[in-house]
């Protein structure tokens, strides 16, 4: 699923959720900014978005003014090489295959069947597509590639050195929506406020996809089987909570024995990425 943009360029200040629409990175917004333990979670440190293989042209320059240090690329070998970044000059790509254990779960299948009603029906229909994402979501939590990816993902993002940072997806809404909840649940936002910014995709990325629901139903695909691919549910971000719990009862050992970060890298992250207001 290639996920493009429209020709408007907007830049925004720091109000918490509010898209930064840059042409060829979708569903592009600053992590910070949400009230979280003893403060706010600073901005201009950590970004997320879909992939960008359309930047180019002012909207490179647009997307470097960011000043983004270090891109982490949680996509499998297969999307990498469907839909290639394209990257200013110097910026660090970090790939963190999140689902190479599992490179059939579905996140990472949403390429193959866009072109095959018929291969789409099989695998979304009846259902199938939510129960679907829901199990991707827990394998977020238990995959031994996702918790090595994870792992790397907080550590290398905890060091100074290494931010401003973006991390990503192909559509940015599902690896990239866990990485962002937990993240902001370490750091103590307000699980309402941790579900508005998950739910926020739907409002970024579903009208950016709209062509592609089109061009499916064009070649005799039903557009309902896309719903739950394109956007993202409470249901799916519940999936994710309800197996951390279940393995590690709270987020802090989720990123101290699940993840098996030290203390010092969740510090860090703690005390770096909030500011006190």
Partial sequence: MNATTSDTIVTTGISPGVAIDIQGVPNLRDVGGWSAAGGKVKTGQVYRSAEFSGLNGTAADEFAQLGVRTVYDLRTADERTANANILPTGTEYIVLDILADQPGAGPAQMLQVLSDPKAAEQLLGGGKAV???????????????????????????????????????????????????????????????????????????????????????????????????????????????????????????????????????????????????
């Fill in 131 to 277: 129960k679907m994402f829901e199990e991707s979501y827990r394998q977020f939590l238990s995959l031994p590639s996702a918790i090595a990816g994870f792992r790397q993902f907080f550590m290398i993002l905890a060091e100074q050195e290494h931010r401003p940072g973006l991390f990503h997806c192909t559509t940015g809404k599902d690896r990239t929506g866990w990485a962002a909840a937990s993240l902001l649940l370490l750091l103590g936002v307000s699980d309402d406020d941790v579900l508005a910014d998950y739910l926020l995709t739907n409002d970024s990325l579903v009208p950016v996809l709209q062509p592609t629901v089109d061009k499916f139903a064009s070649i005799g695909g039903d557009p309902a089987l896309l719903a739950p691919v394109v956007g993202v549910t409470k249901e799916y971000l519940e999936a994710a909570r309800a197996e951390m719990e279940a393995q590690f009862a709270d987020i802090e050992t989720y990123f101290s024995r699940g993840l098996g970060l030290s203390s010092r890298t969740i510090d860090s992250l703690q005390n770096d990425l909030v500011v006190a207001s």
